[in-house]
């Protein structure tokens, strides 16, 4: 064959894969970026649960382990699902310890300067775990707070997906642990005293208190769902799933048995995942 047609055969293949490339399917993604259209930023908001707090050794925040935004090996997040597809995804915990409702537009608003493209809230234990059911958030206010924090969220960053998990069931940590003397023993120092004091009394005016106690914990989760509901299709609410969950004595650290240890903290993110969504 002569030597000028070998080099026009040469281009003309050339040319065929050129009009190939530009035409069949895309490039690959390259190694390490985020597929298109992918979040940036998750931003975790709410209490000491979200924090993680002890969930590791001591007594402190332990935010490696939080079932929303931790990076930790032991808990299996919300974040490290998500990286999973997306490995530039980032992770801000704007938690805090003690956090009430009235705090959550504060880190609504943190969120808000994260550019979070996803947010999770966790809130309602510790307007519930006064020293007094009387000291108890009372629920319209409750609601207030909430609709506040979200107004900010859906204001400031109105495509945002919002994810607003259910209070555990604080009633039943009670339950199973009122008969056993360190749960007990601990919860003497101070624990969720509107629940946990007195724990194994069976006087009426105890019994009352501790369902008063349950009450309000039912009615803070009616009001997140319908502070969910009137945010509109960007907020996901978990259907109640996390309260339903019967989480046990293991899944509790054995410091202050109240607030979840890692297994905790794992199987909360197991049944947040769930009812999220966020996996379609």
């Known amino acids: 064959m002569p030597r000028r047609w070998i080099a ?13 490339d530009g035409e069949g399917s895309a490039s690959p993604r ?12 998750l931003t975790a908001l709410g209490d000491s ?4 707090f002890g969930s590791c050794l001591v007594l402190v925040s332990c935010e490696r382990n939080s079932w929303s935004s931790g990076d930790g090996i032991r808990v299996h997040s919300l ?7 997306n490995p530039t995804l980032r992770a801000d915990n704007r938690a805090t310890p003690g956090a009430r409702a009235a705090g959550l537009t504060e880190q609504a608003r943190a969120a808000v300067r994260d550019k979070a493209d996803l947010v999770t809230v966790l809130i309602g234990a510790n307007d519930a775990c006064r020293d007094d059911i009387a000291e108890m958030t009372p629920v319209a206010t409750f609601r207030k707070q909430v609709d506040a924090a979200l107004a900010v969220l859906r204001k400031g960053r109105p495509k945002a997906r919002v994810l607003v998990v259910s209070l555990p069931d604080l009633h039943r940590l009670w339950e199973i642990g009122h008969t056993e003397s360190r749960p ?4 003497s120092r101070g624990i969720c005293p509107a629940l946990l004091a ?4 069976t006087a009426p005016a105890a019994v009352v208190r501790r369902a008063r106690f349950r ?32 989480f046990s004595l293991d899944e509790v ?22 009812a999220s969504g966020w996996a379609d």
């Open 8 to 20: 026009a055969l040469a281009c003309l293949a050339a040319l065929v894969a050129l009009a190939c």
């Open 30 to 41: 390259p190694s390490g970026s985020a597929p298109p259209g992918a979040p940036k930023v």
């Open 49 to 52: 649960v979200t924090t993680g």
């Open 79 to 85: 974040y490290r699902r998500l990286r999973d597809d």
């Open 184 to 187: 007990v023993r601990a919860w």
């Open 198 to 201: 007195d724990a194994t009394s």
């Open 215 to 246: 009450e309000r914990v039912d009615a803070y989760d009616g009001q997140l769902r319908a502070a969910c509901r009137a945010y509109g299709s960007r907020c996901r609410w978990d259907g109640g799933a996390v309260h339903r969950t019967r």
């Open 253 to 274: 650290n054995a410091l202050d048995w109240f607030h979840p240890n890692a297994a905790g903290q794992d199987r909360l993110a197991d049944v947040a995942w769930d």
